[in-house]
Structures are given as structure tokens and as C-alpha cells.
């Protein structure tokens, strides 16, 4: 079992930048690959990056590459988004998820994460 908390979330304007980050308890953090979601008003819910168990792997959506850097440290049980450049369009709330799944492909479905977070606003003024 894992439980996820979101934090960092804000108010910014169009450029600047947030730091999100996500606290996992749980003495097995180290063997989940971890995901960054969003969700905006009326859409569906957004894979932007995944980050697998040991921090060797990346994967990004093209909607962030470039902007978004994703990192965690598996002394802390932290994962964090690291989000530059922000845009309007980046309004949503932002959630961390936690996945088991044995191939890197399935990071990449939302359905494959057992564990989420409670989810953290991000708004970007224009």
C-alpha cells in the first residue's frame, strides 16, 4: 500500500515556473514506477511524465518536453515535476500516481496506477 500527497501547486503567471512535489509513505516507494498527470475543467486525464523505479528511465509527453522535468529521490519517497515555461494552457490539476506494472509501456496508461495522490491546482494567468 502507498499513499500519495501532491503539494506545491499555485497561482503563476504565463512563463514562470512551479515546483510540484509528491510524498509517498510506504516502505516499498523504490519499487514503483511514479507518473505526473493533469486534469483541466471538461478534458480527460493528461499523462505528462513517468519516471521508473531507480530514476533511469524518463518519459515525456510532447504537450511538456522541454518545460517539464521529472525527478525523485528514493531516500526521501519523493517525486517531483519541475515545470518551466508555464502556459495558460497548462491550468489544471495536477496529480502524482504510483504504478506496478512490470513494462515500461504500461506506465503510459493511466489505468495501470494502483495509487494517486489527492491532486494539487495549478492555475496560469495570462
Known amino acids: 500500500q502507498v499513499q500519495l500527497v501532491d503539494s506545491g501547486g499555485g497561482l503563476v503567471q504565463a512563463g514562470g515556473s512551479l515546483r510540484l512535489s509528491c510524498l509517498a509513505s510506504?516502505?516499498?516507494?523504490?519499487?514503483?514506477?511514479m507518473g505526473w498527470f493533469r486534469q483541466a475543467p471538461g478534458k480527460g486525464r493528461e499523462l505528462l511524465a513517468v519516471?521508473?523505479?531507480?530514476?533511469?528511465?524518463?518519459f515525456y509527453a510532447d504537450s511538456v518536453k522541454g518545460r517539464f522535468t521529472i525527478s525523485r529521490d528514493n531516500a526521501r519517497n519523493t517525486v517531483s515535476l519541475q515545470m518551466d515555461s508555464l502556459k495558460p494552457e497548462d491550468t489544471a490539476v495536477y496529480y502524482c500516481?504510483?504504478?506496478?506494472?512490470?513494462?515500461?509501456?504500461?506506465?503510459?496508461?493511466?489505468?495501470?496506477?494502483?495509487?494517486w495522490g489527492q491532486g494539487t491546482q495549478v492555475t496560469v494567468s495570462s
Open positions: 500516481a504510483a504504478t506496478s506494472a512490470p513494462y515500461w509501456e504500461a506506465t503510459k496508461t493511466h489505468e495501470r496506477y494502483e495509487y
Open positions: 510506504g516502505h516499498t516507494f523504490s519499487s514503483y514506477h
Open positions: 519516471i521508473n523505479w531507480n530514476g533511469g528511465s524518463t
